[in-house]
């Protein structure tokens, strides 16, 4: 079973507008951390925003947030005002601990965010 | 947040050959991976580098096609032997601390 899912392989979005980027996850360890990651053409990850399990608020960082709803297991970035340069791929990620009860990270398929002028 | 220094950026090697990548964190990391991305697709975990200790690879991977050292906290190798056309791929390191994981710029390989 797929541990993090992004149903939308790409989406498109008007210039200063919103956007949603869907993520959903699966996991039984009660302690984990969530992830959104952009990576541009240039190949490089940027790390946009983290989201722990125990948090009780919603993160956020600047035109970044994450609206994260435990009990349905999401965890969807919003990016406000589009900006050209939002184009990338992005992707979501989730750590928890393995069976051998090391931390690793999983990535989801991603999602790529097209800006139109 | 931390910086992780990534070498080489790409390369271009002959098939049968190896290749070490090396990863250097500016500070002490909780945790490091190495991963592979292949073209058009997500990131695949390929092991968990141990400081001290052997690596943990994932489903997959092995230990002779591709091993790791981690000296210490803030420095890992992943080396990929006896390479083949199908090992072309970004290679990327990350570290990993409670609230963060960051990555280094990632190595693209090309075997040819």
């Known amino acids: 079973a797929q541990k993090i899912t992004q149903t939308q392989p790409g989406m498109f979005v008007q210039e200063k507008e919103a956007v949603t980027l869907d993520c959903t996850y699966d996991t039984s360890d009660p302690s984990y951390g969530l992830f959104w990651y952009k990576q541009p053409s240039s190949g490089e990850m940027i790390f946009l925003i983290y989201?722990?399990?125990?948090?009780?608020q919603n993160a956020t960082e600047g035109r970044y947030s994450l609206n994260f709803q435990k009990a349905r297991k999401s965890a969807n970035l919003v990016i406000s005002a589009s900006q050209l340069g939002d184009s990338a791929m992005y992707f979501c990620a989730m750590r928890e601990a393995n069976s051998g009860g090391y931390q690793k990270v999983t990535f989801g398929t991603g999602t790529k965010l097209q800006v139109i002028p | 947040s931390a910086v992780i220094s990534q070498k080489p950026s790409r390369d271009i090697c002959q098939r049968g050959t190896s290749l070490t990548i090396q990863c250097q964190v500016d500070s002490q990391v909780t945790m490091m991976f190495w991963y592979r991305q292949q073209p058009g697709q997500s990131l695949t975990l390929i092991a968990t580098?141990?400081?001290?200790?052997?690596?943990?690879?994932e489903s997959g991977f092995v230990i002779d096609k591709f091993p790791i050292s981690r000296p210490n906290l803030t420095f890992s190798t992943l080396t990929v032997s006896n390479m083949s056309p199908e090992d072309s791929s970004i290679y990327l390191c990350?570290?990993?601390?409670?609230?963060?994981?960051?990555f280094g710029q990632g190595t693209r390989l090309t075997v040819v």
């Open positions: 580098a141990n400081q001290g200790s052997e690596a943990t690879y």
């Open positions: 990350s570290g990993s601390t409670p609230g963060e994981a960051f």
């Open positions: 989201q722990g399990s125990y948090d009780q």
